[in-house]
């Protein structure tokens, strides 16, 4: 039987993407891996969660091997619901849908939002996770540049305009505000207001994903998106992978509780519920301030990598080499001489210098940022990052000029 | 912001569900429920789970916080191959798919076959979980009726007929060949060899789920549509919430390898990977022989509770009122006199009778079946089972005729 007749115009359309195959990279011992957006294991408290494993058990007994509600366990909604308004986002549980990792909440929001055609500004570069989701529902997507300080607004406001004189106008933007994925940067609070009127003036959906926003290590808080939101707006996502574990897949949608509501029939047909196990071990690992301990650590973690990330760029890259200086997250953002193909150096850096990274064409839409590419400094230790960048560094060096 | 014009074409066709509503219903402390089909308490092994949990931390440590592979680790699924393989059904690892529930299996077979305006065919009754999934796709739904030697063939043979003639030949069959949902009854042997062969003369891509196939208490063993499956046209759907616990979110995909890398494509945007600590914790359940422990006192429980519903049934219900004798799985099927109508007659049950079913209507894509309901016999205690049918069947009988 010949199965490539039979997929539809969508599974047509799919090529492989980067993702998988970092996932089979990061198996071989030997190779250091600056590739996957990982939390490394020193961040997991697992004697902890092996203790709230046992606890949860022993109170709930079958609630936890049993199916949930679809929206998810109401005291783990007010849970959420309690910590976003920590966060400076107000909300009630009736706000909050609990997800199968932010990735479903983004491909829940796209069956929500998005019809064939529809345009979707993106950022560029951009989460490729994300790219990858939003491929599947046909849209149109036109990617707006990021600089030093996050999107550039400007840009935006042109785009906005020629879209709408073209009868095309968007209808949604997808943004990571916070320690963006890959650049690592914020965007600024002035251009956070900025963003927001333009988004009332072109009557735009706001996707604010928040994966990175609470893994600050250095300067000022800034208010997320859903935070100044006056006009209700931004739809947030949120994440439980980079915080506790990327293993329980538990991500959040908050948002006005009609689109909850709308969502929450959508995820029926998806996957019914999220983890029951999942959600009531991130719970009481919450309930027992363990959240807090973690992102504490991880921040100290995330402060030490990034600066030995930095400071090893700076003696072993291509003296033109350009990066990002990140403040929270995971990520640095590099950008070599014009000759360098990172896409095209990958398989020797892995073959011969054993490092992996993303490049960074992954990230755009239309196949720039041949001479960038991602380091995730999260996974590797101190040691591996010093030997990694450097060994890195001399073979991008040594490449044809 | 008025969100109402913001929805896209397909999330302004969905409509509530009958299935949120079951979740609430089953919170009242009060009421005994045939509603929801879940396990009860007393099928799941909990210590053994506990006990597992605590090794499975022991030897993996961060491995079951990190992420997995999206395909699933290569490990589970050549421990679900294997089991597949038990059963009569060929696979190599390569043939399976980790998936979030046996609904997001669907869910990605309905990404991966089906483009809006497409007939699939599906039973009539059938699952209202798989109705809600398909209806996302904005496919055609011709529904093809059961009777006790399940789907009528004959009549199927007619249905792909006339939709060839006029050149909207169907794509899809999905079907529950095995303790169907809601009928209770199985496909007969012959059936299935005829099924196949008109899924071959037709052109058929056939989708099975098997989700109570390894429940039988009673009767012989039948092979599965994929065990009979030579020209592998047959798409099989599986589930380790009937065997293990819904609330891990664990089902699988076997399939064509090239079906499966496809549908490996389509996850990496709909949820990346599905939880590494359930797959963890139900690989090391299943190797321990816990699964087949847990089948068999699952098979042992369903055969109590089912004698004891049918001998209530015949007991307490309206004589004319006809149900099914199912060998395994969860369910009997209940047809009343033509005057009572189930949906209208439910909040009546609730509140007088405190009973809760499903109304026969939810499993039918036209809104026949006013005058059956499912019953559910798997969750409540045999005590229950008895009190339950009886108050059901006097408020019934005392209905208007």
């Keep these: 039987m ?115 055609g529809e345009v979707v500004i993106v950022e560029a570069p951009t989460y490729l996770g994300a790219l990858t989701t939003l491929a599947a529902f046909d849209v149109r997507l036109e990617a707006v540049p990021v600089d030093d300080q996050g999107l550039d607004v400007d840009q935006l406001e042109e785009r906005l305009q020629q879209l709408r004189r073209r009868g095309r106008p968007a209808r949604v933007l997808y943004t990571i505000p916070t320690f963006q994925n890959p650049s690592g940067l914020c965007l600024s609070h002035d251009r956070r207001i900025r963003l927001l009127e333009l988004a009332s003036r072109y009557d735009l959906i706001i996707f604010e994903d928040n994966a990175y926003g609470e893994l600050r290590f250095e300067g000022e808080e800034l208010p997320t998106l859903k935070a100044l939101d006056e006009e209700g707006r931004v739809v947030h996502l949120g994440t439980f992978s980079k915080i506790f574990s990327p293993g329980v897949r538990l991500g959040w949608l908050h948002a006005d509780a009609g689109v909850i509501e709308r969502a929450v029939l959508i995820k029926q047909g998806v996957d019914q519920c999220s983890s029951s196990l999942s959600q009531l071990l991130c719970l009481e690992f919450g309930r027992r301030g363990l959240l807090e301990r973690q992102i504490e650590i991880t921040r100290q973690i995330l402060r030490a990598k990034a600066t030995a990330t930095l400071r090893a760029l700076a003696e072993a890259f291509p003296p033109t080499t350009q990066w990002t200086e990140p403040q929270g997250g995971f990520y640095t953002w590099v950008t070599l001489p014009p000759n360098v193909d990172t896409q095209e150096a990958l398989p020797r850096c892995i073959r011969e210098a054993r490092v992996a990274y993303v490049p960074g064409n992954q990230f755009y839409t239309d196949g720039r940022g041949h001479n960038q590419l991602r380091l995730c400094y999260s996974q590797p230790s101190l040691e591996e990052i010093g030997d990694g960048v450097r060994r890195l560094g001399q073979l991008l060096a040594a490449l044809p000029g």
């Design 2 to 116: 010949d199965w490539n007749e039979k997929y539809s115009d969508m599974a047509r359309r799919l090529s492989s993407s980067a993702l998988a195959e970092l996932f089979q990279l990061t198996e071989r011992p030997d190779v250091i891996s600056f590739a996957g957006g990982f939390p490394s294991e020193d961040m997991y408290l697992i004697p902890e969660v092996v203790e709230v494993a046992r606890e949860v058990f022993h109170r709930r007994g079958a609630t936890v091997l049993g199916y949930g509600p679809t929206p998810g366990f109401s005291e783990f909604r007010e849970f959420i619901a309690q910590r976003q308004s920590l966060l400076g986002m107000k909300a009630s549980p009736d706000n909050i849908l609990v997800t199968t990792g932010s990735l479903q909440g983004l491909d829940l929001l796209g069956r929500l939002f998005l019809n064939p």
